[in-house]
């Protein structure tokens, strides 16, 4: 059986703890996609609660706000990103996706015999 090894990178932002990585930035992803954080919380199989905790804590620690929400009513309520929140993903994303692109290239410097 051939194993191929491979790097595997995750970037996780920190203040005084950990405010910020892969899981809150799925997350943000899924309320840009579907407007609301107990969907987004459901499409992830994770409880509204535990998604709420997770965002009002990286809010805290990051010390802005990343979702605007409505409260659910006749129109129903939602979620959409703040434009700090649409920033950060963005700049995360793009982070990431430079990261691993250098990561890759020093990875065929140091392990090509592997």
């Not at 790097?7 to 809150?24: A, H, M, N, Q, Y």
């Not at 930035?25 to 996609?33: F, G, I, N």
Request: hydrophobic residues 40%; proline residues 1%.
């Amino acid at each position: 059986m051939d194993h191929k090894i491979r790097i595997v990178l995750s970037v996780r932002l920190f203040t005084d703890e950990k405010c910020f990585g892969p899981g809150v930035a799925t997350l943000l992803r899924k309320v840009q996609e579907l407007h609301s954080l107990r969907a987004a919380a459901m499409d992830m199989n994770m409880a509204y609660s535990k998604a709420w905790t997770i965002m009002k804590k990286a809010e805290q620690e990051l010390g802005f706000r990343l979702l605007n929400s409505t409260t659910g009513g006749r129109h129903g309520g939602g979620a959409t990103l703040t434009e700090e929140g649409a920033k950060l993903i963005e700049a995360y994303d793009g982070f990431c996706r430079e990261l691993q692109g250098t990561a890759d290239r020093l990875y065929d410097t140091y392990f090509a015999d592997f």
